[in-house]
């Protein structure tokens, strides 16, 4: 097995834990899984926009010259392009839909209902902080997770924010694919 697929099988069965323990909890919680179907066109294009803004800042800051983003960029560069920057798109494609849903079920759908949009924003933070060189991606991600969070509170279900957070992702692990060829040609 290629590095590339064991870790596309291992991101698939992390994030079907994920989505399973989010289901399982919701169901002993009480706690009915609003999916926001009610208007799947507007929800799925809020996820879309939300994914691109999302996708534009965080290119921009990490562009930046300067300031708190430099330390997010040095997560990006020593941890997430040598290990993502491995997948092919497809790959790319199965790894975001399987975090979009996984993780927007668990945090959003299962979380955020018992205990709330602030705290579940920030649970969602510490989660993709692994070490001290990731603290600084943990702030990132808790502003997303404020913002998935709101799009949830917003559409009234999970549907925009499993879009925009795997709409999100795939740019991003583009990104670094890019990022790591571009460096590859440059050395």
Not at 105 to 115: D, E, H, K, M, S
Not at 171 to 181: D, E, T
């Amino acid at each position: 097995m290629t590095p590339a697929t064991r870790l596309t099988v291992m991101t698939l069965g992390t994030q079907a834990v994920l989505g399973a323990v989010g289901l399982m909890a919701a169901r002993a919680a009480g706690v009915p899984l609003g999916w926001g179907i009610e208007r799947p066109v507007l929800s799925l294009l809020a996820g879309l926009l939300v994914a691109i803004v999302l996708a534009a800042a965080n290119y921009r800051w990490l562009h930046a010259p300067t300031g708190v983003f430099t330390r997010v960029r040095s997560a990006v560069d020593e941890v997430f392009v040598p290990t993502f920057a491995i997948l092919s798109p497809r790959q790319i494609v199965i790894v975001s839909l399987a975090a979009g849903l996984g993780e927007e079920v668990f945090f959003r759908g299962w979380l955020q209902a018992v205990i709330g949009w602030a705290p579940a924003a920030l649970a969602f933070g510490l989660a993709h902080v692994a070490g001290a060189r990731m603290l600084a991606f943990g702030v990132w991600a808790t502003g997303m997770g404020f913002v998935l969070g709101g799009l949830a509170l917003l559409t009234g279900g999970l549907v925009a924010p499993v879009t925009a957070h795997a709409c999100y992702d795939v740019l991003a692990l583009h990104y670094l694919g890019a990022a790591a060829r571009g460096r590859a040609e440059g050395a």
